[in-house]
């Protein structure tokens, strides 16, 4: 079956620094992988994405990089701010078009940063 | 838009009591979803609909009903409480066709 297999936590780092969360993955085909962000209190929201092998998804200051030959999906960031405190989720479906039986997620990361 | 909507957002049950936990949509989404999220794990996926009146049972159903008599609303019922579904409930829905999903903002469930 399909897992998902992230760095424990809590990361505490200080503001500025470089953030990397690791994030590797068992499936069958071809997934699509994906990194969800949970503030205190919120839901998850989708934070970037990519569907195929070497694809870069990015977004506020957040990259991921497919790599299919490590199976791998690391998260990184060049400077942390206090508000990207949260829980981050890596996650991952393996349906062409969409997973209709929904996405298998990891255990998340506490990521905590002190000013 | 409001998004996907749950409630309530907090509720101490009493072993062997129902409820029901609510989810609705407004962004015309054909899929549903219901995951729990339990301390230090992540999400597990309960039951999933592809439309009203399909529904389909997930990684770890059992304890748990759904029904999908519309698009927009997707409730779980818990008939008989047990301790060991004391969790945070998440309502999610998806695009058919699209990977992406939107989240509540969750229900938290205590059984005593």
């Known amino acids: 079956g399909n897992s998902v297999t992230q760095m424990e936590g809590p990361v505490t780092l200080s503001e500025e620094a470089f953030l990397t969360i690791n994030c590797t993955y068992t499936a069958t085909g071809y997934p699509s992988l994906f990194w969800y962000v949970q503030y205190p209190g919120e839901g998850l929201q989708l934070l970037l994405k990519?569907?195929?092998?070497?694809d870069k998804g990015s977004n506020k200051g957040f990259e991921a990089t497919y790599r299919k030959e490590t199976t791998s999906f690391h998260l990184e960031k060049g400077s942390v701010q206090v508000s990207d405190s949260a829980v981050y989720f890596c996650a991952l479906s393996d349906l062409p078009g969409g997973g209709a039986d929904g996405l298998t997620f990891g255990k998340g990361t506490h990521l905590i940063i002190q000013p | 838009n409001a998004g996907v909507t749950q409630t309530p957002k907090f509720r101490i049950l009493k072993i062997g009591q129902s409820m029901t936990l609510q989810c609705a949509q407004d962004?015309?989404?054909?899929?549903m979803y219901w995951y729990r999220q339990d301390p230090g794990m992540g999400l597990k996926l309960i039951y999933y609909s592809v439309g009203a009146g399909i529904t389909d049972k997930g990684e770890v159903p059992n304890g748990y009903n759904v029904s999908r008599s519309t698009t927009e609303d997707f409730p779980l019922r818990l008939e008989l409480a047990a301790p060991s579904q004391t969790s945070v409930y998440f309502c999610?829905?998806?695009?058919?066709?699209?990977?992406?999903?939107?989240f509540g903002p969750g229900t938290r469930l205590l059984v005593l």
């Open positions: 999610a829905s998806s695009l058919a066709g699209q990977e992406t999903q939107y």
């Open positions: 990519a569907t195929k092998a070497d």
């Open positions: 962004m015309n989404h054909n899929y």
